[in-house]
């Protein structure tokens, strides 16, 4: 199973910016996926995530700005970024919890994607 994150870039404040993650693999679910994102010096915390049935999580840093979505085919997921602050600037990371057609799971992160806002 690979999770492959992209989008990431430079922005100025107050610019926006969508990440995207596919999954790929032998799988069964993904439920829930998400966004998680670690800056210099601190440790990685949620972003956003987002269940099957679609329930949505936030970080409170993020809500109003932020959004995240599954695409159609379910192993997709994004992040409209809008309003970008400069302490947003971070390594995103694309996650899922993966359920094999054996029952089993496992967690799954992707290469992180690097946001800086700046101007």
């Known amino acids: 199973v690979q999770l492959q994150a992209s989008g990431g870039g430079l922005v100025q404040p107050g610019g926006s910016l969508r990440l995207s993650c596919a999954a790929s693999?032998?799988?069964?679910?993904?439920?829930?996926m998400g966004w998680y994102r670690q800056a210099p010096g601190n440790q990685r915390e949620l972003v956003a995530t987002i269940t099957s049935g679609g329930t949505l999580n936030y970080a409170d840093s993020v809500k109003g700005r932020f959004t995240i979505s599954r695409g159609n085919a379910k192993n997709t997921v994004y992040l409209q970024m809008n309003s970008l602050k400069p302490e947003d600037t971070a390594a995103y990371y694309c996650y899922a919890k993966v359920t094999y057609y054996s029952g089993s799971s496992s967690n799954y992160w992707g290469q992180g994607t690097h946001v800086t806002v700046s101007s």
């Open positions: 693999g032998t799988i069964f679910s993904l439920n829930p």
